[in-house]
């Protein structure tokens, strides 16, 4: 038998006699607070926290401009599934091989997917910048403190999105290093050349989300279409050059015991990197749900939408690299860093013709990278706007006539340059900290995941907002009771090693380094998040 949600009601009206923050889920823009009128009918509210961390004025908000096709690009672009493939599908040649690639595809593009549609039925209820540490705190386990889960929640979301807004001006700088080798083979790089040419790539990407905010919109439907043409100009340069690999290998070939370890299971699991983390970071889109017009809508559309497709181009890709991948071995040593480079060097016989396409590639994660500068400023904005960072008076501030949090775009971009001076003494420290990334993010999607899955099986949640999973109610359960166990398999698979045994160097620092940001974030609320964070929140019935 269908069951039915419980009904929540929002009015617009100030707690404890001051404006609430304005984390932008009115379809206007306007900031309100959302109260919850629980069984016997009164309203519960949760504020808290220094009156000026919640006074706040018109300057706060956001100019909603993006409509549904430059919303479902700006999610396209910035997965930049097969390029993310391209960079990354070394690690699954060590752990599981040809066929993880293709099965894990598929598993990942399922997993994700459901994932997104879990999230995106919360979106539809709450449209918030805030995402997931507004919801756990909506969701929170009866008899604790709603405050504090939202809090721990936000450092955990906004250190994920900082790790990995520094990764990809790496990878470009690797993108450039790997192309000068491949041109000139007494070239010897150094870490401090990939720090410099990060920062080359990180300039453009920082001016145009201080400068060209009205360019979105049309940059974000050039840059997805781009994305898929330059997907069919790799498929054609691969199918027509490159010496073909046989069905077998493609679907069949299994690598096992190259990494060290003995279990088949496990490295099956640690092969999957590859393809989690090009389909992950839908929750971007929710950080913009303040500039998105129809939101409630939109936004759980354009996440659904963009992680599709993303799996569709991701999977096409990998059955063409598999097929045109050429020697493993010579590939997999390569001294460019990159295989790809070496897969398009022994399809094209062309040192230039190789280095055009890497430079396809680059362009398509430098719009990735504007892509997510703008929506890690703006969950650093509406975190700001809650009290729960430091200095959060000026980090909400909206400016007057850009109109967008510039000084969260600052703080952002400072953040990823700093991390990028770090493979100048060390290239393993560098990628110790940015492999929180894709941990983090998915210990943030489980969260709430987990916590409206047991709301839903109580028959105790908010109300379904304008879209849901469409079917009948066990259809949606279905899929949120998949999207759980996929989150939480990733969560383990992803703090697993690569290689074993395990050394400082080859150690997977993602566990240990998630462990150590849970322990700041509860240091820093019994310091002070427990006096400045303040999140009015709908509190569900009893």
């Given at each position: 038998m269908e069951l039915e949600s419980k009904t929540a009601h929002f009015v617009d009206e100030p707690v404890n006699g001051s404006s609430p923050p304005s984390d932008g889920v009115s379809e206007e823009g306007v900031p309100h607070s959302r109260e919850h009128t629980g069984k016997e009918g009164h309203l519960h509210t949760i504020g808290g926290g220094s009156a000026n961390n919640r006074s706040r004025g018109p300057v706060d908000k956001l100019d909603r401009y993006l409509s549904a096709k430059p919303i479902i690009s700006f999610g396209l672009t910035l997965?930049?599934?097969w390029e993310a493939v391209a960079l990354s599908f070394q690690s699954t040649l060590l752990n599981g091989g040809p066929s993880?690639?293709?099965?894990?595809a598929i598993l990942s593009a399922f997993g994700s997917t459901a994932m997104a549609a879990t999230l995106g039925e919360m979106a539809s209820m709450q449209p918030c910048v805030g995402a997931q540490y507004r919801w756990t705190a909506l969701l929170a386990p009866r008899g604790t403190n709603p405050r504090f889960w939202g809090y721990f929640q936000g450092w955990l979301t906004t250190f994920a999105w900082n790790a990995a807004c520094a990764l990809n001006p790496f990878l470009m700088g690797s993108m450039i290093q790997g192309c000068i080798i491949l041109c000139n083979e007494s070239y010897v790089p150094q870490g401090w050349h990939t720090t410099l040419l990060a920062y080359a790539s990180m300039a453009l990407p920082i001016f145009c989300n201080i400068?060209?905010?009205?360019?979105?919109?049309?940059?974000?439907?050039?840059?997805a279409v781009l994305h898929v043409l330059l997907l069919i100009v790799f498929v054609v340069v691969l199918t027509c050059m490159a010496r073909r690999s046989t069905s077998d290998f493609v679907?069949?070939?299994?690598?096992?015991?190259?990494?060290?370890?003995?279990?088949?299971?496990?490295q099956w699991s640690v092969g999957l990197l590859a393809v989690i983390f090009p389909i992950g970071g839908y929750d971007a889109i929710l950080h913009m749900a303040d500039e998105v017009k129809d939101a409630k809508r939109k936004v759980p559309q354009a996440m659904v939408g963009s992680t599709a497709l993303s799996s569709v181009v991701m999977f096409a890709f990998i059955i063409v690299l598999l097929f045109c991948i050429g020697d493993v071995d010579t590939v997999s040593a390569t001294a460019t860093g990159l295989p790809i480079i070496e897969t398009l060097y022994q399809a094209t016989n062309s040192k230039a013709g190789t280095v055009f396409l890497v430079t396809c590639i680059y362009f398509i994660i430098g719009a990735s990278q504007f892509n997510i500068l703008a929506s890690v400023s703006r969950l650093a904005w509406a975190f700001a706007k809650d009290g729960g960072l430091p200095f959060s008076d000026k980090l909400s501030q909206v400016h007057p006539t850009l109109r967008i949090p510039i000084n969260a775009v600052a703080l952002t971009s400072t953040i990823c340059l700093l991390i990028n001076i770090i493979p100048v003494g060390s290239t393993t420290a560098f990628y110790a900290l940015t492999s929180l990334s894709t941990l983090a993010l998915y210990f943030s999607y489980c969260v709430p995941a987990t916590l409206i899955l047991m709301r839903k099986l109580e028959n105790n949640f908010p109300a379904y907002g304008p879209w849901k999973i469409a079917g009948p109610y066990w259809v949606g359960l279905m899929v949120n009771i998949f999207a759980f166990a996929?989150?939480?398999y990733c969560v383990f698979s992803l703090c697993?090693?690569?290689l074993m045994p395990v050394t400082a160097a080859n150690m997977n620092w993602a566990g240990p380094i998630l462990a150590a940001v849970m322990v700041i974030a509860v240091t820093q609320w019994f310091v002070s998040g427990n006096k400045n964070f303040v999140l009015p929140k709908d509190e569900l019935d009893e």
């Amino acid at each position: 038998m269908e069951l039915e949600s419980k009904t929540a009601h929002f009015v617009d009206e100030p707690v404890n006699g001051s404006s609430p923050p304005s984390d932008g889920v009115s379809e206007e823009g306007v900031p309100h607070s959302r109260e919850h009128t629980g069984k016997e009918g009164h309203l519960h509210t949760i504020g808290g926290g220094s009156a000026n961390n919640r006074s706040r004025g018109p300057v706060d908000k956001l100019d909603r401009y993006l409509s549904a096709k430059p919303i479902i690009s700006f999610g396209l672009t910035l997965q930049a599934s097969w390029e993310a493939v391209a960079l990354s599908f070394q690690s699954t040649l060590l752990n599981g091989g040809p066929s993880t690639l293709v099965y894990g595809a598929i598993l990942s593009a399922f997993g994700s997917t459901a994932m997104a549609a879990t999230l995106g039925e919360m979106a539809s209820m709450q449209p918030c910048v805030g995402a997931q540490y507004r919801w756990t705190a909506l969701l929170a386990p009866r008899g604790t403190n709603p405050r504090f889960w939202g809090y721990f929640q936000g450092w955990l979301t906004t250190f994920a999105w900082n790790a990995a807004c520094a990764l990809n001006p790496f990878l470009m700088g690797s993108m450039i290093q790997g192309c000068i080798i491949l041109c000139n083979e007494s070239y010897v790089p150094q870490g401090w050349h990939t720090t410099l040419l990060a920062y080359a790539s990180m300039a453009l990407p920082i001016f145009c989300n201080i400068y060209a905010r009205r360019l979105i919109a049309p940059l974000e439907i050039a840059s997805a279409v781009l994305h898929v043409l330059l997907l069919i100009v790799f498929v054609v340069v691969l199918t027509c050059m490159a010496r073909r690999s046989t069905s077998d290998f493609v679907f069949e070939t299994s690598f096992y015991g190259i990494s060290g370890w003995s279990n088949q299971g496990i490295q099956w699991s640690v092969g999957l990197l590859a393809v989690i983390f090009p389909i992950g970071g839908y929750d971007a889109i929710l950080h913009m749900a303040d500039e998105v017009k129809d939101a409630k809508r939109k936004v759980p559309q354009a996440m659904v939408g963009s992680t599709a497709l993303s799996s569709v181009v991701m999977f096409a890709f990998i059955i063409v690299l598999l097929f045109c991948i050429g020697d493993v071995d010579t590939v997999s040593a390569t001294a460019t860093g990159l295989p790809i480079i070496e897969t398009l060097y022994q399809a094209t016989n062309s040192k230039a013709g190789t280095v055009f396409l890497v430079t396809c590639i680059y362009f398509i994660i430098g719009a990735s990278q504007f892509n997510i500068l703008a929506s890690v400023s703006r969950l650093a904005w509406a975190f700001a706007k809650d009290g729960g960072l430091p200095f959060s008076d000026k980090l909400s501030q909206v400016h007057p006539t850009l109109r967008i949090p510039i000084n969260a775009v600052a703080l952002t971009s400072t953040i990823c340059l700093l991390i990028n001076i770090i493979p100048v003494g060390s290239t393993t420290a560098f990628y110790a900290l940015t492999s929180l990334s894709t941990l983090a993010l998915y210990f943030s999607y489980c969260v709430p995941a987990t916590l409206i899955l047991m709301r839903k099986l109580e028959n105790n949640f908010p109300a379904y907002g304008p879209w849901k999973i469409a079917g009948p109610y066990w259809v949606g359960l279905m899929v949120n009771i998949f999207a759980f166990a996929w989150g939480w398999y990733c969560v383990f698979s992803l703090c697993l090693p690569t290689l074993m045994p395990v050394t400082a160097a080859n150690m997977n620092w993602a566990g240990p380094i998630l462990a150590a940001v849970m322990v700041i974030a509860v240091t820093q609320w019994f310091v002070s998040g427990n006096k400045n964070f303040v999140l009015p929140k709908d509190e569900l019935d009893e």
